[in-house]
């Protein structure tokens, strides 16, 4: 069955320390993953998406298909990064297979 | 100012009672989507319409409707049918092509339906 995991429903770490938020997925094809991350107050946007190999924001992640992950990281988290994060997946159909999202907390 | 608009943003309703968000969009995008966030379950896809006049069922269709008569609109229309209304429901779209668009979705700010 097709399905994004994001264990961890809340994540809360010091300003200045790492950061890394979870994603694992179970998929038949060839995946196409993304993070989106919804700020308070803000709509659901897309922060970045695994086939751009991109760093946004100091985010950065990497598909590991031998792990079927999709870790979302960065080295030092900062105030403005709190938020909900969510993993998501592509299928062919272009239907996002969606995690359950972790709030992250980032402590001053 | 491109992008999607959901309306209301806040809506009460009693129970026994229709009601229907709306959804535009001016991005010219092909498909629409209308998602149910709840906490601590994520987003759960209601219907999705990917041309006009054509719409499927997603994982949570039952005591929902929709529409898709124009490309800019996607209206919602919860029925007395559905169990648990109260929920914050999000609009999106995107385009349909391979590559670097795809996955990629254009969220409303979300509508917040609270059933009395």
């Known amino acids: 069955a097709q399905r994004v995991t994001q264990p961890e429903k809340l994540l809360s770490v010091f300003k200045g320390a790492p950061v890394e938020l979870k994603c694992n997925y179970s998929?038949?094809?060839?995946?196409?993953l993304f993070w989106y991350v919804q700020y308070s107050r803000q709509r659901l946007q897309l922060l970045l998406r695994?086939?751009?190999?991109?760093s946004i924001k100091g985010f950065t992640a990497d598909l590991n298909k031998g792990e079927t992950s999709f870790h979302l990281k960065k080295p030092f988290a900062q105030e403005e990064d709190s938020a909900m994060y969510y993993c998501?997946?592509?299928?062919?159909?272009?239907?996002?297979?969606w995690g359950a999202g972790t709030k992250l907390i980032i402590k001053p | 100012d491109g992008g999607i608009t959901q309306s209301p943003k806040y809506l009460f309703r009693k129970e026994g009672q229709n009601v229907t968000l709306s959804c535009e969009q001016n991005?010219?995008?092909?498909?629409m989507y209308w998602y149910r966030q709840d906490p601590g379950q994520g987003l759960r896809l209601i219907y999705y319409?990917?041309?006009?006049?054509?719409?499927q069922k997603g994982d949570i269709a039952e005591g929902y409707s929709v529409s898709r008569e124009k490309k800019e609109s996607f209206p919602l229309t919860v029925t007395s049918a559905q169990k648990n209304p109260t929920a914050f429901y999000l609009c999106?779209?995107?385009?349909?092509?391979?590559?670097?668009?795809?996955?990629?979705?254009?969220f409303g700010e979300g509508s917040r339906l609270t059933v009395l």
């Open positions: 695994h086939i751009s190999r991109e």
């Open positions: 991005l010219n995008h092909d498909a």
């Open positions: 998929y038949s094809g060839s995946p196409e």
């Open positions: 998501a997946l592509s299928d062919s159909n272009y239907q996002l297979i």
């Open positions: 319409s990917q041309i006009v006049n054509d719409f």
């Open positions: 999106a779209s995107s385009i349909l092509r391979g590559g670097v668009g795809r996955g990629e979705l254009f």
